[in-house]
């Protein structure tokens, strides 16, 4: 899985990278409040994992994980976006994108969630990851590579309404904390969503659907699931518990 990897590539331009992303998370913190200003909004990004020349996982019958994060990410925004909720895409289509471009779309967003969303062939169920970084106090100027530890709280919250409606839909659900390049660097709630197998589907043996991520019927249940967590989140968010 591309999230699990560290920041190599970066080098000697981190410091430069930084500064101006620093700068640029200010901005849009300013932006976010003149913005909200006007009265409550909601909105929610979707980052399809990989894409481009990054095809991420090989999943059954040779379909890649980035074309299965951007199915997953246009059912999700059609739910979405039916229950009235403004979404906001990192990818469309088959393009690449970069960790901190990824970041950047969900900061100038000021999104209330940002969904990472990743698939596999390992575990079972649907699994959780919030950031590792600690959590700190939340300050104006937030460094660009630790931005999400002003928000690893909010985000392990995100996580727990999740984890209560895809328990409710009758999924397995698995929570965990990992290095998160493009989450570490965002400054709101953000999780990443990895979809594997469902319990038991690699026993029934049969050729179609034998792993459970070629059943429509289960990826329906996952984005169904998915829409009415955020729909709760909303809730909360817009009745001023959020930050």
Request: aromatic fraction near 4%; charge should be neutral; charged fraction near 15%.
């Amino acid at each position: 899985m591309a999230f699990f990897a560290g920041r190599a590539g970066r080098g000697g331009a981190a410091c430069v990278l930084s500064l101006a992303a620093a700068a640029y998370v200010f901005g849009s913190q300013l932006a976010a409040q003149d913005r909200n200003a006007a009265g409550p909004r909601f909105v929610v990004v979707l980052d399809a994992a990989h894409g481009g020349d990054d095809a991420g996982a090989r999943l059954s019958n040779g379909q890649t994980e980035k074309s299965y994060t951007l199915a997953l990410s246009v059912r999700l925004r059609s739910l979405l976006m039916a229950r009235g909720i403004a979404v906001v895409t990192a990818r469309e289509s088959d393009v690449t994108v970069n960790a901190d471009r990824r970041a950047e779309i969900a900061n100038h967003a000021n999104a209330q969630a940002c969904l990472s969303l990743h698939a596999s062939q390992s575990g079972s169920g649907v699994h959780i990851f919030v950031s590792s970084l600690a959590p700190v106090q939340g300050t104006r100027f937030l460094p660009w590579n630790t931005a999400q530890s002003a928000w690893v709280q909010r985000s392990l919250s995100l996580a727990g309404v999740m984890n209560s409606a895809l328990g409710h839909a009758g999924m397995n659900v698995t929570l965990g904390r990992t290095a998160l390049p493009a989450i570490d660097s965002m400054a709101c709630p953000a999780v990443a969503v990895e979809v594997a197998p469902e319990r038991g589907a690699n026993a029934r043996g049969d050729a179609q659907g034998a792993d459970g991520l070629d059943d429509p019927g289960y990826q329906a249940r996952v984005a169904e699931a998915l829409a009415a967590a955020l729909v709760e989140w909303r809730q909360e968010a817009i009745g001023g518990r959020q930050p």
